[in-house]
């Protein structure tokens, strides 16, 4: 199984609504990290979990708010948003090659905040 | 500050030809070149290099890296059209930092 598997695949939220983005996978990789794809822009980290532990956090508004249950799963709660947030948040685990990383990413959440 | 820059950022071609796609980066504390090809929405790896000149190759896919003037190309010959897609250059920096370039749109015509 080499798949990271994100929900919901689309998301509309208003900007008092909290909603929740949910990440699984079980490649046994032990870092997982959330990112943020605005329209034709590459990929901005937002988050990095090693071990379930916070280990990076881009000075993203505290709005997001990660949590990792599990070495398994990511979750990314989401509370009173602006109309910004819209992006594409994709999650994706790594794997150690080396001293080196390779990224698995799910196919993201498409977030529209009204 | 360490940037990556890919080019070009668009380009059209015909099913057939053989397209080159250029990144350069400048960064503080190499440790791979990656490519990852983003169809619709998730970005799959493609190729990770780390040593210069030793070219990586899948099929109609083949990389290399120049560590000494900082850059990598990504070469698709006999295009298809299930090749259209976003590729994303980026690298590895260490302490969970990839840093990515802002990609070059590849459209195949049939």
């Known amino acids: 199984d080499t798949e990271v598997t994100q929900t919901p695949k689309h998301l509309v939220m208003g900007m008092t609504n909290k909603k929740s983005l949910k990440c699984e996978q079980h490649?046994?990789?032990?870092?997982m990290y959330w990112y943020k794809q605005k329209a034709k822009k590459p990929p901005e980290l937002m988050f990095v979990?090693?071990?379930?532990?916070?280990?990076i956090n881009e000075s993203v508004p505290s709005r997001f708010s990660p949590e990792c249950p599990n070495s398994s799963l990511l979750n990314l709660h989401l509370h009173a948003l602006q109309p910004e947030d819209s992006a594409l948040y994709l999650c994706?685990?790594?794997?150690?090659?080396?001293?080196?990383?390779?990224?698995?990413f799910g196919s993201g959440t498409q977030l529209s905040v009204l | 500050e360490d940037k990556v820059v890919q080019s070009p950022l668009s380009l059209v071609v015909h099913e057939g030809d053989t397209v080159t796609l250029n990144c350069s980066y400048e960064v503080t504390n190499f440790r791979s070149l990656l490519w990852y090809k983003q169809e619709k929405k998730a970005p799959t790896f493609l190729f990770m290099l780390?040593?210069?000149?030793i070219e990586k190759k899948s099929g109609r896919l083949s990389s290399i890296l120049d560590k000494k003037e900082l850059f990598s190309i990504l070469n698709i010959t006999a295009t298809q059209t299930g090749d259209s897609a976003i590729y994303l250059c980026?690298?590895?920096?260490?302490?969970?930092?990839?840093?990515f370039g802002a990609g070059t749109r590849l459209f195949v015509k049939a």
């Open positions: 980026a690298t590895y920096t260490g302490g969970f930092k990839t840093i």
């Open positions: 490649m046994g990789h032990r870092a």
């Open positions: 780390t040593s210069s000149g």
């Open positions: 979990y090693s071990y379930e532990k916070l280990s």
């Open positions: 994706a685990s790594q794997q150690r090659v080396g001293g080196n990383e390779k990224l698995f």
